[in-house]
């Protein structure tokens, strides 16, 4: 995944969060339910991905 995959990625994120809450009232539980979803949507970075990606790739390795 490239810088532009992720802005792409973390656009549809935001477009499905927005359109689960659509066709009702939302409630305050909701509504905090949003936002923090939305917070940890924003704190996601291409540098923290490729980190992930890296730890990941090394567990798979020390398993395999």
């Known amino acids: 995944m490239?810088?532009?995959e992720l802005r792409h990625?973390?656009?549809h994120v935001v477009v499905e969060l927005l359109v689960e809450f659509t066709d009702s009232a939302m409630t305050p539980d909701?509504?905090?339910k949003a936002l923090a979803r939305m917070?940890?949507?924003h704190a996601v970075t291409y540098e923290g991905f490729?980190?992930?990606k890296k730890?990941?790739?090394g567990r798979k390795a020390a398993v395999g």
């Open 2 to 4: 490239n810088e532009a």
């Open 9 to 11: 990625w973390k656009s």
């Open 30 to 32: 909701d509504t905090t």
């Open 39 to 41: 917070e940890t949507l």
């Open 50 to 52: 490729q980190e992930a």
């Open 55 to 57: 730890v990941l790739a």
